[in-house]
């Protein structure tokens, strides 16, 4: 059966097919115009767990999303296909995560790690681990853009990006990301982790190619944070959620803020989603809640405005949701968060999403 032949016998008002891929979409990888690379990955995460579990459960529930979306009607029609994580990603998660805990638990009562020689072997052991996966996650990103696809990377903590964004530096040699979050990010081999959660805008910015970093809802950080920061030369700019809130309490409207913030962005733009940048309510169970953030309404606004801003987007990342041991929320809003991005993707890069429905 052609493409065409599934989408006249697909029935987008019924739920998602049961044995299909994401949102449960009748295509195969080859039919589909944007392929989504699960990375399900959580070895350097020292307070909540269960971010490697992140796109199971996205799969999981995009089953009920209903794949009529009022800014991308057709969305569904360009086919959006959930490729297979190797196994060996998430073994090697469960197993060096454990490796991890000793290290951390040393760090937290005031050790000096290469005072215990085991503890700085298994350190080294999962620092070459982590390095070996953003190779792996790199050669996997270039398959697919290899053949002509649109690729997005699905977390997994918020480390998983780095081998996605040397993907995309082999390909564009100047661009920015769009980074959502609640934390900088910006820490340096956070607790002796080269590769940790907590430094991936830090290891992205030894990336030549990303010539800016503008950074949304922000209101978790430390000195040296601020420091890396200052020293960026511009490179790197912050709007904190307390200086969005402050301006908007005086009058200051989010579509200003959004114009103002997406004016700091190069031509070519990555998003970089961590879901904690959101009020906590959204998605609890994520590892690092934070109080304060910005509305589902309010990231969907601002990828919209990117969208029509004459920029391009060239990629994204969704990452750090965590299912909770009751119910599926967080995937629910994940998946969600994934279908409106895939169509902010789709619209900037002239793909055919359809006219926006009005009522």
């Not at 392929?35 to 529930?61: C, F, K, Q, R």
């Not at 215990?116 to 070459?128: G, S, T, Y």
């Not at 990303?210 to 949304?216: A, C, L, M, P």
């Not at 994934?338 to 793909?351: P, S």
Request: net charge negative.
């Amino acid at each position: 059966m052609t493409k065409q032949q599934k989408i006249e016998n697909f029935d987008p008002s019924q739920p998602g097919l049961a044995d299909a891929t994401v949102f449960g979409l009748p295509f195969t990888a080859e039919e589909s115009e944007i392929i989504v690379v699960p990375v399900p990955w959580e070895v350097t995460v020292s307070y909540g767990a269960g971010a490697s579990e992140g796109p199971d459960a996205i799969l999981d529930a995009s089953f009920q999303v209903d794949l009529l979306h009022q800014d991308f009607p057709e969305l569904w029609k360009l086919g959006i296909y959930m490729d297979e994580a190797p196994e060996h990603w998430k073994k090697n998660s469960e197993k060096y995560k454990d490796l991890a805990q000793p290290i951390i638990e040393a760090l937290e009562n005031g050790e000096d790690v290469a005072t215990f020689p085991v503890l700085q072997a298994d350190l080294d052991k999962i620092n070459k681990v982590c390095r070996d996966l953003h190779s792996e996650v790199k050669a996997r990103i270039q398959h697919w853009q290899n053949k002509g696809k649109k690729v997005v990377l699905l977390g997994g903590d918020h480390s998983t990006p780095l081998g996605y964004y040397e993907a995309l530096a082999a390909v564009h040699d100047n661009f920015g990301i769009l980074h959502l979050d609640a934390h900088m990010d910006l820490r340096i081999a956070y607790e002796g982790f080269t590769y940790s959660h907590a430094s991936i805008m830090y290891n992205t910015l030894q990336l030549p190619q990303v010539s800016k970093i503008v950074q949304v809802g922000i209101r978790d950080f430390c000195e040296q944070e601020v420091d890396v920061v200052k020293q960026s030369k511009g490179r790197v700019t912050v709007y904190t959620d307390s200086d969005l809130k402050k301006a908007q309490f005086e009058g200051a409207t989010w579509k200003q803020q959004c114009e103002d913030i997406i004016a700091q962005l190069p031509q070519k733009v990555c998003i970089s989603f961590d879901i904690d940048g959101m009020y906590p309510w959204y998605c609890p169970n994520t590892g690092t809640p934070v109080p304060g953030g910005f509305a589902f309404e309010q990231a969907t606004y601002l990828f919209n405005l990117l969208a029509d801003s004459g920029k391009e987007i060239i990629g994204f990342d969704l990452v750090e949701v965590a299912p909770g041991e009751e119910g599926d929320w967080d995937g629910n809003v994940g998946a969600r968060m994934l279908f409106h991005m895939c169509g902010v993707l789709a619209k900037n890069n002239k793909m055919q999403v359809g006219n926006k429905i009005q009522f």
